[in-house]
């Protein structure tokens, strides 16, 4: 016998509307300040503000993607794609992440040649393109501060943007050093500081991801706290093929196959243990299951299984 049981409702939604605008004018004002800082790299030639705003064109294309992405998710599930493109969040932050690792790589290798061979920057130019990143920068911050949990791309998404901000100070730091100093060193090292930032990041990202993708169980979920509670459901014997993973942000599921006794088929109890399991997993954890199927079978079913899992 195979019972499985369903609940749909999701928690949250990282494709709903209101993210999705915030998505699109942090995306604006992300455009914004990328035409501003390329033309002061250009203009300055300080590798601080060629390294941020290489950091900033990772993170315009970052934020299209994931409003693609959040775009994607809404559309409805087919009976070949029974999650729909929820899982594109998933990819859209990896990639992000991929490119930011790329970005962080370069400004480390740039940054240590400059220091031996620093150029010539312009401080007081250095200064004003660094304050208007600064500035479109915290624009940005704002947009996306309500709505920051609600998905791994508007997480991404806000975190760049936050070292989008911090590469800008650094990059004002490093001007009013020059401005009043002369000491080029600094935008070498202004340089070196974002890297600095960007790519314990970047790589937290990329796990955090690739354990999605690779459906490791969801963070704060313990497997073996669940077998055990699953066992301590009465009429169950044993629990094998347990697996949880994360669809996306918010869609946790697990699945198992439960032994129980065979009286219990017979009695016609095994509605009643299937409501308790589903239950148990749904409320008893850090991380609510609410999409749980669950396969109960009699004692004697083991022999006929052509696999098996832990």
Same mark, same amino acid.
């Given at each position: 016998?195979?019972?499985?049981?369903?609940?749909?409702?999701?928690a949250?939604? #990282?494709?709903?509307?209101? /993210?999705?605008?915030?998505? %699109?004018?942090a995306?604006?004002?992300?455009?914004?300040?990328?035409v501003?800082? @390329?033309?002061?790299?250009?203009?300055?030639?300080?590798? %601080?503000?060629? $390294?941020?705003?290489?950091?900033?064109?990772? =993170?315009?294309?970052?934020?299209?993607?994931? *409003?693609?992405?959040?775009?994607?998710?809404l559309?409805? #599930?087919?009976?070949?794609r029974?999650?729909?493109?929820?899982?594109?969040?998933?990819? @859209?932050?990896?990639?992000?992440?991929?490119?930011?690792?790329a970005?962080?790589?370069?400004?480390l290798?740039? &940054?240590?040649?400059?220091? !031996?061979? +620093? =150029?010539?920057? +312009?401080?007081?130019?250095?200064?004003?393109?660094? $304050?208007?990143?600064?500035?479109?920068?915290?624009?940005? *911050?704002?947009?996306?501060? &309500?709505?920051?949990?609600?998905? !791994?791309?508007?997480?991404a998404?806000?975190?760049?943007?936050?070292?989008?901000?911090? &590469?800008?100070?650094?990059?004002?730091?490093?001007?009013?050093?020059?401005?009043?100093?002369?000491?080029?060193r600094? =935008?070498?090292l202004?340089?070196?500081?974002?890297?600095?930032?960007?790519?314990?990041?970047a790589?937290?990202?990329?796990?955090?991801?690739?354990?999605v993708?690779?459906?490791?169980?969801?963070?704060?979920?313990d497997?073996?706290?669940?077998?055990?509670?699953?066992?301590?459901? =009465?009429?169950?014997?044993?629990?094998h093929?347990? /697996?949880?993973?994360?669809?996306?942000?918010?869609?946790?599921t697990?699945?198992a196959?439960?032994?129980?006794?065979?009286?219990?088929?017979?009695?016609?109890?095994?509605?009643?243990?299937?409501?308790?399991?589903?239950?148990?997993?749904?409320?008893?954890?850090?991380?609510?299951?609410?999409h749980?199927? !669950?396969?109960?079978?009699?004692?004697?079913?083991?022999?006929?299984?052509?696999?098996?899992?832990?």
């Open positions: 016998m195979t019972d499985h049981a369903h609940d749909h409702a999701h949250g939604d #990282p494709a709903a509307p209101g /993210h999705r605008r915030r998505l %699109a004018v995306f604006g004002v992300g455009a914004a300040v990328l501003a800082q @390329a033309v002061g790299a250009w203009i300055t030639g300080s590798l %601080a503000l060629l $390294v941020d705003t290489a950091h900033v064109l990772t =993170d315009v294309a970052g934020l299209g993607i994931a *409003l693609v992405a959040a775009t994607l998710a559309r409805p #599930p087919t009976p070949q029974t999650w729909g493109f929820r899982r594109a969040e998933v990819l @859209a932050a990896g990639a992000q992440a991929a490119v930011l690792l970005v962080g790589v370069y400004a290798v740039e &940054g240590v040649l400059r220091l !031996f061979e +620093p =150029d010539e920057v +312009p401080g007081i130019e250095l200064l004003v393109f660094g $304050v208007v990143g600064l500035a479109g920068n915290l624009v940005g *911050l704002a947009v996306l501060a &309500g709505a920051r949990s609600a998905s !791994f791309n508007l997480r998404a806000f975190l760049e943007v936050l070292n989008d901000a911090l &590469g800008s100070v650094g990059v004002i730091v490093a001007a009013v050093v020059i401005a009043t100093t002369g000491w080029q600094a =935008d070498a202004a340089g070196l500081a974002i890297a600095a930032l960007i790519l314990p990041r790589v937290r990202l990329l796990l955090e991801t690739g354990s993708l690779l459906e490791s169980a969801p963070p704060g979920l497997l073996g706290a669940v077998r055990a509670r699953l066992l301590a459901v =009465d009429h169950v014997a044993e629990v093929d347990l /697996h949880a993973s994360l669809v996306a942000t918010g869609l946790p697990l699945s196959h439960v032994v129980v006794h065979d009286a219990c088929f017979r009695d016609g109890c095994a509605p009643q243990v299937l409501d308790a399991l589903q239950q148990c997993v749904a409320t008893e954890f850090a991380v609510s299951v609410e749980s199927t !669950f396969q109960l079978e009699p004692a004697g079913h083991i022999g006929h299984e052509t696999s098996r899992h832990a």
